[in-house]
């Protein structure tokens, strides 16, 4: 199978973390699936995902719990906790989720770690269809710095391979259409005497080949490495390119700088990955950075601001708000149909300015339209002038405003814009000759 056929445009949907930390809920999934389907299925949103810790019955917030007993089937393979997730009972783990979900015409994605548990490596748990135990295919040296579930795997053991493959078979039997996995992205690529998950990710697409299901390979956290782009687009459909991104302007300021370097290497099924959008109700059950529940710290210019940086990157979107507790406001950023095309319909994005206060940004499309995005990231409201030559534009456009779907005067010899503090607009330009 063709992986760049499974997000031939970059992936959008809800994920579970930043408002749910590591104790969403099957009640939690559910509504937002229904949700996404009442009122943002038909702006492109389909991916239902369910982040880290589902196997942990006592999973609170977003702290994760050292050495917890986790839920797992008699291979070692970590299935959904029954007091969480009720469906799952009877060993049927995500399937009735996933139909629930399917049915709504929407898409079943969840999280993994990377590796093996550590409590069927210590329990000699069989792999599947070897005569290997989890024992033999952990490495000891390969842990996570952040969570106590998992050793690595020793991608030399026999039974590495086939412990992967039968935890893509379970996926396949549920339904799930995208996995997220974590400590990987950056892990991957460590220096060589010290332990590389590199090999991990390889294992981990060929599980998906041969599970014979199209699952969206999501890899976690960033930031990834520049000078890896080539592995992860062979073998990923998205990576994380940076850390954990939460509703701080100083995060929206670094991704400026982040973007403009992964521009040359955003194409159709690999996709550089800004992280979920923390709007809306967000940190319900969580605690980084010292912050618990609140609506989103971003003014509602910064919104706008990540909203178009996202989409001329052509970002995934991962919303990570309660989609539920949306206000009209939010829902409308998150539905407007004429920004959100460009994650469809565009290509050859890139910076074209940068100064101390500007950064301007343009990509096209198939019909000869060129997008003009302008931020003013500094604190004091901004007038910006370019001329149609710098914007590569041969002569006088049509200028359309997509963010208040407003059409302006034809621009002659330059585009203007006054630019609040934080704040962006985002140009359709469309050649006219008849223009005078």
């Given at each position: ?78 299935i959904p906790a029954v007091n969480r997730f009720p469906s799952s009972a009877g ?324 585009i203007t814009a006054s630019i609040p503090i934080h704040g962006a607009v985002l ?10």
């Amino acid at each position: 199978m063709d992986k760049n056929t499974f997000a031939v445009t970059p992936p959008m949907g809800w994920n579970s973390w930043d408002c749910y930390g590591a104790s969403v809920t099957e009640e939690e999934l559910l509504g937002n699936a229904n949700y996404m389907a009442e009122h943002m299925k038909a702006y492109g949103w389909e991916y239902i995902v369910c982040d880290i810790q589902w196997y942990e019955p006592s999973a609170n917030t977003s702290v994760y719990h050292k050495f917890a007993p986790l839920e797992m089937d008699e291979f070692g393979r970590l299935i959904p906790a029954v007091n969480r997730f009720p469906s799952s009972a009877g060993q049927k783990g995500f399937g009735p989720i996933a139909k629930k979900i399917h049915d709504l015409g929407l898409k079943f994605g969840i999280h993994m770690m990377r590796g093996v548990p550590r409590q069927a490596v210590h329990a000699q748990l069989p792999v599947k269809g070897t005569t290997v135990t989890a024992r033999d295919i952990a490495h000891p040296f390969s842990l996570c710095s952040w969570n106590t579930d998992m050793y690595g795997v020793d991608t030399s053991a026999v039974g590495a391979q086939a412990y992967y493959d039968s935890l893509f078979e379970l996926y396949a039997e549920w339904g799930v259409d995208y996995v997220k996995v974590d400590d990987i992205c950056t892990t991957a690529f460590l220096p060589h005497d010290l332990y590389s998950a590199k090999e991990e990710i390889e294992m981990i697409h060929r599980a998906i080949s041969r599970c014979k299901r199209e699952i969206v390979l999501s890899l976690s956290p960033g930031p990834a490495l520049l000078t890896q782009a080539g592995h992860l687009s062979r073998y990923a459909n998205m990576w994380r390119i940076t850390g954990d991104f939460w509703d701080r302007w100083e995060d929206i300021r670094e991704m400026f700088d982040i973007c403009r370097d992964w521009s040359p290497y955003v194409k159709e099924g690999c996709w550089p990955d800004c992280d979920m959008l923390p709007l809306g109700h967000i940190s319900i059950r969580g605690n980084e950075h010292g912050l618990s529940d609140r609506f989103t710290r971003f003014t509602r210019e910064e919104q706008t601001t990540l909203m178009t940086l996202w989409c001329i990157f052509r970002s995934p979107l991962m919303m990570g708000g309660e989609l539920r507790d949306n206000d009209p406001w939010t829902l409308e950023l998150l539905t407007n149909a004429e920004v959100l095309s460009l994650l469809k319909d565009t290509s050859g994005a890139g910076e074209i300015y940068r100064g101390s206060d500007i950064i301007a940004w343009t990509s096209q499309d198939a019909r000869n339209n060129t997008y003009l995005a302008i931020f003013n990231i500094g604190w004091v409201e901004k007038t910006a002038a370019f001329s149609l030559d710098k914007i590569g534009l041969p002569g006088p456009c049509q200028v359309r405003d997509l963010w208040n779907h407003r059409n302006q005067a034809p621009a002659r010899e330059m585009i203007t814009a006054s630019i609040p503090i934080h704040g962006a607009v985002l140009y359709k330009l469309t050649p006219d000759p008849e223009i005078k």
